[in-house]
């Protein structure tokens, strides 16, 4: 049976190393594919998300509420890459491996135009301020409450709502061929 993620963080707390490798295997992918995802990189990614868990074992005893971890890791995964970001203008070109996409099209003519559009979204997403980008990816790829993404960013839910909004208007534009 498997333990859900409070219990698991208060194992980790008292010194369980295996309990959080069970947290780091459950959300290392989501982290890996929000952090590349903000930041077109792949060796990026791969060295925010490695700092992000780091951090978080080395933290975990300031977390208050167990059952936020995984709000905890959104926030400090976002935070990472948009630091990285400010720290680096601008943004490097797109890191893409669309073909594991593109297999799951199915035929060549689906494959293929699946990976032109995921090229085009990829391109459109570095047009978008950091900050749209971040909440948008937190919203539409990830499902996460506004409520969380504004803490992410250290914003209200109100600016998300903007910048979201505002994302999307410009990557259905620069999608509008693709209809």
Known sequence: MALDDATLVVRARDGDVRAFEVLVRRYQGPMYRLALHILSNRG???????????SAWRRLGQ???DAAFV????RTTTNRCLNLIRARRPV???????RESAEAAGSPERAAQVNEQLI????ALTQLTPEQRA???LREVHGRPYKEIARATGTTRTAVRGRIARARAQLAEAMSPWK
């Open 135 to 137: 909440c948008w990816l």
């Open 63 to 65: 977390l208050r509420d």
């Open 71 to 74: 709000g905890w890791l959104y």
């Open 44 to 54: 990026d990614a791969e060295d925010v998300v490695q700092e992000v868990f780091l």
């Open 120 to 123: 085009a979204l990829a391109a």
């Open 92 to 98: 490097a070109e797109a890191d893409l491996d669309s």
